[in-house]
């Protein structure tokens, strides 16, 4: 049995095609592993997964990048040391509003409260500190921490796009503020590219190092999975938004459009990470972590060493 866990969203595209498609049962059958049964699970947010990852009830995870550097630091030299097998996808984390008041951060007040899926060690906290630090110096990196509020995107969505509650803002993931923006009112504020300088990894397909060296072939069996799957998504977008729609159950935006959704160029469904480190250093600046990996190679399994990441 081989137990993988995703997340709500777009970015956990390629391993619902790899659910849909018996990706992963197929290769590990290739690899003499026939018959192997797979248990997928939904879980909101990076606690719930960390936690299933770290008591034994997950094998694979996919939260963001930030959760990687964070469990690697804290497992680092241990036979559960968490690393990331490969990159699941570059996609931004777009923050949205309905007032009109906010055209950037610095029209946020104390009265703002802003939904992200983690504070402070989710990517998109994480970016919300960068782009303060790159405002108003790197003293003030923590400056809109007060005003972030943990909620996973479905809720934060419905909160945002309401209008009744006290959140004014989602720093969102895809599809969420595809469906944001595309409501009557509401518009962008801050993307994370806009932070970073250019695209970043978003989620990672992560598990402990006791697990990767008893389960080599399989490991590789999930991985060949992967890129089967993100193959089909770049080849065929309409089939991949079909396949998320159909698991979803998703009624509100037809295929066509969500094709064009899951065809967005700035998202990248790849195995190679992007701007590890950066998100990584600033972590560790801001001490959120205690150490920082020399190269972004340390925090990942030997079968993405080859790769042209960062």
Request: hydrophobic share 40%.
């Amino acid at each position: 049995m081989l137990r993988m866990s995703k997340q709500y969203g777009l970015g956990y595209l390629s391993m619902m095609v790899m659910e849909k498609l018996g990706l992963v049962e197929q290769h590990a059958a290739r690899a003499g592993m026939a018959g192997l049964k797979v248990e997928w699970s939904v879980l909101g947010g990076p606690g719930p997964q960390i936690d299933a990852l770290l008591a034994g009830q997950a094998d694979f995870i996919g939260p963001g990048g930030t959760t990687l550097a964070t469990l690697w630091d804290k497992t680092y030299g241990t036979p559960q040391e968490v690393r990331a097998l490969s990159a699941l996808q570059c996609m931004p984390f777009v923050m949205v509003t309905r007032q009109e008041r906010i055209r950037t951060i610095g029209d946020l007040t104390e009265k703002d409260r802003i939904a992200l899926p983690g504070v402070k060690i989710t990517g998109h906290a994480l970016s919300l500190e960068m782009a303060a630090a790159q405002k108003w110096g790197f003293d003030q990196y923590a400056k809109l921490d007060p005003l972030t509020v943990t909620l996973a995107h479905p809720d934060a969505m419905a909160a945002v796009v309401g209008g009744q509650s006290e959140i004014t803002c989602h720093f969102a993931s895809s599809p969420f503020y595809y469906y944001e923006l595309a409501t009557p009112g509401m518009h962008q504020v801050l993307k994370s590219y806009d932070v970073t300088g250019g695209k970043h990894t978003n989620g990672v397909l992560m598990t402990s190092r006791k697990f990767h060296d008893a389960n080599p072939k399989l490991c590789g069996a999930v991985l060949a999975a992967q890129k089967e799957a993100n193959a089909l998504i770049k080849a065929d977008p309409r089939k991949a938004a079909e396949i998320y729609l159909a698991m979803t159950g998703e009624k509100q935006v037809p295929a066509e459009k969500f094709a064009e959704w899951v065809a967005d160029p700035d998202v990248e469904y790849t195995t190679v990470p992007l701007k590890t480190l950066e998100f990584a250093t600033f972590m560790h600046k801001v001490g959120r972590i205690k150490r920082v990996a020399p190269r972004w190679q340390d925090m990942y399994f030997e079968e993405s060493h080859d790769v042209a990441g960062s």
